[in-house]
C-alpha cells in the first residue's frame, strides 16, 4: 500500500542554520505529494505541494522537489527562524483527489 | 476568515459512554474527511464525504463509529461505547475537489478525545 516514512525528530537548529527534513514515499503510479506543518495549538496547514515528478513546491523560504527516481520528497530552508518551529509532516494523494497518507512527523525546535 | 471549525475542542469521557463531535467545513467545499491522529504519529484516514454521501471509509473505522453530513454542510462523528483506544485527536479537513481548486485539504484544530 502507500506509505510516507520521514526521518525521526526532534530536529534542533540554531536559527539561521540550513535545514533538511528527509521524506521517502511508497505509492504506485504518480501521487501528489505533500508537506503539512503543524504549529502548537493549531491545525495542519498546507506548507507546499508538487503534482508530478521535477516539480519543486515552495512557500515561506521552504522548498521541495518531487524527486519520482529516488521517490523522495525532501523539506529544506536555507536560513531557519525560531518561528519555523513546528511539527512537519510529509503526505501523499494517491491521485491528488483522494485521502492523504501521512508520515510520522517531524518536530522542528530552533533556538535564537 | 471562516476555515475549518471543530467542536469541542476538548472531551473527557468515561469509557462506555457515547460521543459526537461537530465539524463545520469552508463554505462551499464539497468534500469532508475525517482523520484520527495519536501522540506522535500523522493523522490517519477514517472516512470521506462528497456532498452528502460517504464514498470511503477506513478499516480503522470499526463498527462503534458512525459519520454523517446530512445536506452536504457539516459532519458529525459518533463514537460508541468509547474505549480507552479510541484516545486521540480527531482532525476534520475540507476541500473543493475540481480540476481548477486540485482539492486541497484544509484542516480544523481538530477535538482532542480523553476516554478514562
Known amino acids: 500500500g502507500n506509505s510516507v516514512t520521514q526521518m525521526e525528530g526532534p530536529v534542533t537548529l540554531s536559527e539561521e542554520a540550513f535545514l533538511t527534513i528527509n521524506c521517502t514515499y511508497t505509492?504506485?503510479?504518480?501521487?501528489?505529494l505533500f508537506w503539512y506543518v503543524q504549529y502548537p495549538g493549531e491545525g495542519l496547514q498546507l506548507l507546499l505541494k508538487?503534482?508530478?515528478?521535477?516539480d519543486k513546491g515552495s512557500n515561506k523560504g521552504f522548498e521541495a522537489t518531487y524527486r519520482k527516481e529516488t521517490t523522495s520528497f525532501h523539506l529544506e530552508k536555507g536560513s531557519v527562524q525560531v518561528s519555523d518551529s513546528a511539527v512537519y509532516f510529509c503526505a501523499l494523494s494517491k491521485t491528488g483527489f483522494q485521502k492523504l497518507v501521512f508520515g510520522t512527523g517531524t518536530r522542528l525546535l530552533v533556538s535564537p | 476568515d471562516t476555515g475549518v471549525s471543530q467542536n469541542p475542542r476538548h472531551k473527557i469521557t468515561k469509557r462506555g459512554q457515547n460521543v459526537t463531535f461537530r465539524c463545520d467545513p469552508i463554505?462551499?467545499?464539497?468534500?469532508l474527511y475525517w482523520y484520527r491522529q495519536t501522540l506522535g504519529q500523522g493523522p490517519e484516514f477514517l472516512t470521506y464525504f462528497q456532498n452528502e454521501a460517504q464514498l470511503e471509509k477506513s478499516r480503522l473505522l470499526s463498527d462503534r463509529f458512525s459519520a454523517e453530513r446530512p445536506k452536504g454542510s457539516f459532519s458529525t462523528l459518533e463514537i460508541q461505547r468509547t474505549e480507552q483506544g479510541d484516545s486521540a485527536m480527531y482532525l476534520c479537513?475540507?476541500?473543493?475537489?475540481?480540476?481548477?481548486?486540485?482539492?486541497?485539504?484544509?484542516f480544523g484544530a481538530g477535538t482532542r478525545l480523553s476516554v478514562l
Open positions: 505509492a504506485t503510479g504518480y501521487p501528489s
Open positions: 479537513a475540507s476541500s473543493l475537489a475540481t480540476a481548477l481548486a486540485k482539492n486541497i485539504q484544509y
Open positions: 508538487a503534482t508530478k515528478a521535477d
Open positions: 463554505s462551499e467545499h464539497n468534500r
